[in-house]
């Protein structure tokens, strides 16, 4: 399959690079729209404690790292995954992301991807790891060709004394460390663990919760040194801490993280590193595109009773190829229309004047969604001459599906309080009035069409220019 991009950040980019990228859901903003993941729930140990993370199951309605409806042998995780590419077409990665760490369940992780690797040939293969037992594991993912591997760190203060505030205690070489002690421990084995990665050839993706007061501040400097090591992307997760999921911040009153916050340090972040900016903060037994879960379709009953040759017909894999194929075909005109648009921040504007334009998204790089249905925005920043993607927004519930009682614009109008412009595919008059009184224009007029190329239209006929820039 090709690989050929007109999206201008993967032109640059080494072929080997763009090869492992290209259709990879969380390493391409714009795979993200077209292809799909799953995670499998083969990893239940944890070896370190976070002050963040509270692994509780059988929660399906609960959209957040570590939470699983159901834990897999190796051999159920492998009959899963062909079921669900047999299913799911655009299926392109396979991850192991818990619910505890990948790496600290060694055995379970390693004969998973291996099963896979013989069964689903065509699927990329990825990891989540707190980083403590990385460097020794190098050499086997690169056996298992594991090319893509996510670290999650949160600090690089090499006192320990911000890491001692977000880890209480880790579990290293058979001996439980706490304070700062372990918060040095497990930074130095992060590092070398990345380095060693990247070394071999494998891609890192570095996640970091943004804790507010704890470590907001201390970002920057986290990118930095991600930079230096040659990590390949650096996500800023916002901290989920409601009371209710259990955490120890959330029962502290550690507030969640808004999204101004969250895009104030990827402001100062983006500085330095190339950030992903369409994380959803997956469960880790997560299916479908990013922004979608169908993880409640595909329980054990659906597959378990099935052999591999069965499952391995279902799996049908030149079919797969043949409609990954037209996904790419649909892709090549997709940005043919939007490559002109897109622009760094600094070129966005003539006249430095930006407007944030909210859009509502089923998926395929579209406005293709309803606006009562909606359960996040796509978040970008536009000005007369370019625009950029910023983050997503997520909401508890649909406005045509808001609990009793309430008012269902209320939480809309909060996610939405510093945006101008919402493109959707259809909306009724009565929350197009509610978003007009409070400053919100809702544009209909764009249904269907390419995401980034109506963004800019949107905002240059907002700025009262020619939707239509010159020469294009």
């Not at 009959?79 to 379970?108: T, Y």
Request: charged share 25%; hydrophobic share 35%.
């Amino acid at each position: 399959m090709s690989c050929c991009s007109n999206n201008p950040a993967e032109n640059f980019m080494p072929e080997d690079i763009r090869q492992k990228i290209h259709n990879h859901p969380c390493y391409s903003e714009g795979a993200h729209h077209h292809y799909a993941r799953i995670h499998v729930a083969v990893a239940p140990a944890c070896n370190i404690q976070c002050n963040y993370c509270n692994r509780k199951y059988d929660c399906s309605n609960e959209s957040r790292p570590g939470v699983t409806s159901e834990r897999l042998t190796p051999k159920e995780a492998a009959k899963k995954v062909l079921f669900v590419g047999g299913e799911v077409q655009r299926l392109s990665v396979l991850g192991i992301a818990g619910p505890g760490d990948a790496l600290a369940n060694p055995q379970k992780t390693f004969e998973t991807f291996e099963l896979v690797r013989d069964y689903a040939p065509d699927l990329k293969l990825c990891l989540s790891t707190n980083g403590l037992e990385l460097p020794q594991y190098v050499d086997e993912m690169v056996k298992y060709n594991i090319d893509h591997v996510t670290v999650t760190i949160n600090s690089v203060d090499e006192t320990g004394e911000i890491g001692s505030q977000i880890y209480p205690w880790i579990f290293y070489n058979n001996k439980r460390y706490y304070g700062k002690e372990a918060a040095q421990i497990l930074l130095e084995r992060q590092l070398e663990g990345m380095k060693k990665c990247v070394e071999k050839g494998i891609l890192i993706k570095a996640n970091s919760v943004l804790i507010p007061g704890i470590n907001d501040k201390h970002l920057p400097e986290v990118s930095k040194k991600l930079k230096e090591i040659g990590v390949f992307l650096h996500n800023i997760m916002p901290i989920i801490s409601e009371p209710e999921h259990g955490t120890a911040f959330g029962l502290a009153g550690v507030p969640s993280a808004t999204d101004q916050q969250q895009m104030e340090v990827q402001e100062a972040c983006g500085m330095d590193m190339k950030l992903m900016q369409h994380c959803r903060q997956c469960r880790a037994d997560a299916v479908g595109l990013i922004g979608e879960d169908r993880g409640q379709e595909f329980t054990k009953a659906a597959f378990n009773e099935m052999n591999f040759d069965e499952l391995q017909t279902k799996y049908d894999l030149q079919g797969r190829q043949e409609a990954q194929a037209k996904i790419e075909k649909f892709r090549f005109f997709l940005d043919q229309a939007n490559e002109r648009v897109r622009k760094e921040k600094e070129e966005l504007s003539s006249d430095g004047n930006t407007v944030l334009v909210a859009v509502t998204t089923a998926g395929e790089g579209m406005i293709n969604q309803h606006f009562g249905s909606v359960r996040e925005f796509l978040i970008y920043e536009a000005g007369d001459k370019g625009i950029r993607f910023v983050h997503h927004r997520k909401l508890d519930y649909e406005y045509c599906a808001g609990p009793d009682g309430a008012n269902p614009m209320d939480p809309i109008l909060e996610k939405l309080k510093d945006v101008k412009l919402i493109l959707t595919a259809k909306i009724g008059g009565c929350p197009q009035d509610d978003l007009a009184k409070a400053g919100i224009a809702a544009d209909q007029s764009y249904a269907y069409e390419p995401i980034e190329v109506s963004v800019l239209k949107a905002a240059r006929k907002y700025f009262n220019l020619s939707e239509e820039m010159e020469g294009n």
